[in-house]
């Protein structure tokens, strides 16, 4: 079975998680971090051309401690899109605030922009844009919005390291970005995550947050929790910064293959495949088609389910949305998402990370064209 996503583990990560064994230097509570923190996060801040980066250990960690450190709480709201990985919604929630959905576009399924000014109100503190399968939102517009109404943006990075709005790392253009390097991630440490900002003020207070609200030590100052990443996994990380130029290339190279070879079939059948602009590029975290015949309305589970017999591990992201959940569902929130629903249903996503070769590219277009031939 070729997974939709693997970790890429090399003799190098291994070498420097035993490294860390052997001085026996598992984890540090000081205010900067261990060793391979520093590292980890220096790199980090390298790569993305920004001020600051503190890491945590995971990216539900990084989003909670980015509205913790604005002073985000009960009785404010904070917009977002339903179209996610719950982890945004729930950070909020943790938060003491209230999450309001708000609709996806169904070009890229990033947060749509009239629906966003119809659900601003008098209590909107933030609004979370999640740059969904590694395609950013419209940035440009989301912080003119953020400045005619004065709020703060906290971008969702998590699946979107690497990936560019004119030329600039997603990540970098709001207040805070908040990255994850879970196992299924771009770039992996097992657990963990990061948040990244070019306000000093905000870095300081992100240090205290993830460390239980202390400066110094024992000397608690506001609320704050252990989200320190530990040193094994910032030396996974740490390592794995070294190849991620490697890792988006390989990424790339066979989504453009993928899209290159789709290209005969896709108004034949009425596929949507994920495109670049001039202005947004992808680090195609997830290769994400949408199946738009409307004579058949369950035709993309049906491929799902066969591209998962012949071993690819095609998926779904996300269904049900997170306003369908039952946990949110109780909530009696402003739900018309008509295209948050509507993508749930049609979307499907391959796997294009490095472990995936042309062959099994050409192998799955195979698969697809003879699954849609023999239904349609
Ligand atoms: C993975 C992910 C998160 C959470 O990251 P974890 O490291 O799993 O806590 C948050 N938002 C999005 C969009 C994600 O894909």
């Known amino acids: 079975m070729i997974p939709i996503n693997r970790p890429w583990i090399d003799n190098e990560e291994k070498q420097e998680v035993i490294k860390v064994l052997d001085e026996n230097a598992l984890t540090s509570a000081s205010r900067n971090g261990g060793k391979r923190v520093q590292e980890f996060e220096s790199s980090l801040r390298t790569f993305l051309n920004v001020k600051h980066a503190i890491s945590v250990n995971s990216g539900t960690a990084a989003l909670h401690a980015a509205l913790l450190a604005l002073d985000i709480k009960t009785g404010d709201e904070v917009l977002l899109p339903s179209f996610t990985f719950v982890a945004t919604a729930n950070s909020v929630i943790a938060s003491g605030a209230k999450p ?7 070009k890229d399924y990033t947060i749509d922009l009239h629906d966003l000014k119809r659900k601003i109100s008098k209590k909107s503190k933030a609004i979370i844009p999640v740059h969904l399968y590694g395609h950013p939102s419209d940035l440009c517009e989301l912080n003119e919005i953020a400045n ?9 990075a998590c699946q979107s390291l690497g990936s560019l709005y004119k030329n600039k790392q997603t990540g970098t253009f709001g207040t805070m970005g908040c990255f994850s390097m879970y196992a299924s991630k771009v770039l992996t440490a097992g657990e963990g995550g990061a948040i990244v900002t070019n306000d000093d003020k905000l870095a300081d207070t992100l240090k205290m947050i993830r460390n239980h609200g202390m400066v110094e030590g024992y000397d608690t100052q506001m609320l704050g929790l252990n989200y320190r990443l530990p040193e094994l996994s910032a030396a996974i990380a740490k390592i794995q910064m070294k190849k991620l130029k490697t890792i988006l290339n390989l990424r790339r190279q ?3 293959l ?18 670049e602009d001039q202005i947004k590029k992808f680090n195609w975290y997830l290769y ?15 491929i799902k389910k066969k591209l998962i ?15 369908k959940t039952p946990f949110y569902q109780k909530f009696s929130m402003n739900n018309d998402l008509q295209n948050t629903n509507w993508s749930s249903k049609h979307v499907l996503s391959l796997p294009v990370h ?23």
């Not at 309001?100 to 169904?106: G, H, P, Q, R, S």
């Not at 005619?148 to 969702?156: L, T």
């Not at 789709?262 to 034949?268: A, D, H, N, P, V």
């Not at 017999?309 to 306003?323: F, K, L, Q, T």
């Open 309 to 323: 017999e012949n071993g690819i591990g095609a998926a779904v992201y996300y269904d049900p949305p997170v306003h």
């Open 100 to 106: 309001v959905f708000v609709d996806i576009n169904t």
């Open 254 to 256: 066979n989504s453009l």
């Open 258 to 275: 993928l899209s290159n070879l789709l290209e005969t079939i896709i108004s034949k059948y009425n596929i949507k495949i994920p495109e």
């Open 148 to 156: 005619q109404y004065s709020f703060y943006i906290i971008e969702d």
């Open 288 to 302: 994400t088609l949408a199946f738009n015949n409307p004579n058949n309305i369950t035709l993309r589970d049906y």
């Open 354 to 376: 490095p472990g995936v070769t042309e062959m099994d590219i050409q192998n799955m277009v195979n698969i697809l064209k003879r699954e849609l031939q023999n239904i349609l």
